[in-house]
């Protein structure tokens, strides 16, 4: 099985210097590929002196995540792409367990590693951590993170198992599958676009695994923290574009309409928080919604939706109402 592991980079030639090291040390397996979104830093100048070996993609222009990973895995010959974000440190035996999956299991198409972070290391990090799910009404979640709270790693979730979605900060994706989903959705710009490519992969029968007994290190927020109310904008609008285009119709409208509602409660929760930005974003993130909602309606696969893919009835009401703060805690629907 051919590999290839593409890193995605906007003017990150200081996370290049700090990370690519570990990925080229540890995977000597797979060809290395830098897939540039039209840097204006040292980069590319940066990679081209002190890794020849790594192949250079560059991009026309800054897509973001969706369109700059479509443009260039189109130039990429592989079996197997791995999606890994330039703020990733890998460790040594990391490509092994997650190969020897998808060497043994041809019905898995996605997978991810266990995600640790950075500044943390015992620690889960936000972006991935053990997997993500999940709920009925379409918002995403991880084992070993439910909305900021963030378990301490124990090796509970050190198994390799089925999950919903995986990380796009250390995706594993096979070539004919990406293929076959025609990639990324480009109208998400970047935030929730792997959620929408594994919701689509399980729509058409493939299964999306996390593989406990490999592990990397995250150091996340590096183009948009979680403070950032672009940030917020995306996730909104974003997290409403996949439900339009995964779920059967009758239930999409009535999850949609539910999520407005409770869009308008977190938009007063920010402004009791003061923080008006927040509550801005969410209001132009309603209206990018409804401005694109009929060109996200004609993308929708009309019979292919999966009919189990929610893991508890409300992560909200679990974690805000129950205080559940631990995966393992929750009660599966």
Excluded at 23 to 46: E, R
Excluded at 88 to 100: A, G, K, Q, R, S
Excluded at 311 to 326: G, L, P, Q
Aim: charged share 20%; proline share 2%.
């Amino acid at each position: 099985m051919k590999v290839a592991i593409v890193i995605l980079n906007w003017n990150g030639e200081i996370l290049l210097e700090q990370y690519l090291p570990s990925v080229v040390q540890y995977s000597g397996m797979a060809d290395i590929y830098l897939a540039d979104n039209h840097s204006t830093d040292g980069s590319v100048a940066f990679v081209k002196r002190h890794f020849p070996f790594v192949k250079i993609i560059q991009n026309a222009n800054n897509g973001g995540f969706a369109k700059g990973y479509n443009d260039a895995l189109t130039q990429v010959q592989a079996d197997l792409f791995c999606l890994l974000n330039s703020d990733v440190e890998v460790t040594e035996n990391w490509l092994e367990p997650i190969l020897e999956l998808f060497a043994q299991s041809p019905e898995v198409a996605i997978a991810q590693p266990k995600i640790l972070d950075l500044l943390k290391k015992d620690h889960f990090e936000y972006a991935g951590a053990a997997g993500g799910f999940i709920d009925q009404l379409g918002y995403p979640f991880c084992r070993g993170r439910i909305f900021q709270a963030l378990e301490e790693d124990k090796g509970q979730y050190n198994d390799t198992r089925e999950i919903f979605w995986a990380t796009g900060a250390c995706m594993f994706i096979r070539k004919s599958v990406f293929e076959a989903l025609g990639g990324f959705d480009e109208d998400y710009f970047a935030h929730q676009e792997e959620v929408d490519l594994c919701w689509r992969a399980k729509n058409l029968g493939y299964k999306v695994y996390y593989v406990g007994l490999s592990s990397v290190y995250h150091l996340g927020g590096s183009t948009l923290s979680n403070m950032n109310p672009k940030k917020t904008y995306l996730n909104f609008r974003n997290s409403l574009f996949t439900i339009t285009k995964n779920l059967p119709r009758r239930k999409a409208f009535v999850i949609i309409f539910i999520r407005l509602m409770l869009d308008a409660l977190a938009a007063l929760r920010f402004v009791a928080q003061f923080k008006f930005n927040h509550c801005a974003a969410i209001l132009r993130a309603h209206l990018s919604f409804y401005r694109q909602f009929g060109k996200m309606y004609r993308k929708r696969e009309r019979d292919n939706y999966i009919k189990k893919y929610a893991f508890v009835k409300s992560i909200v009401w679990s974690h805000f109402v129950n205080r559940v703060t631990v995966f393992n805690e929750l009660v599966k629907d």
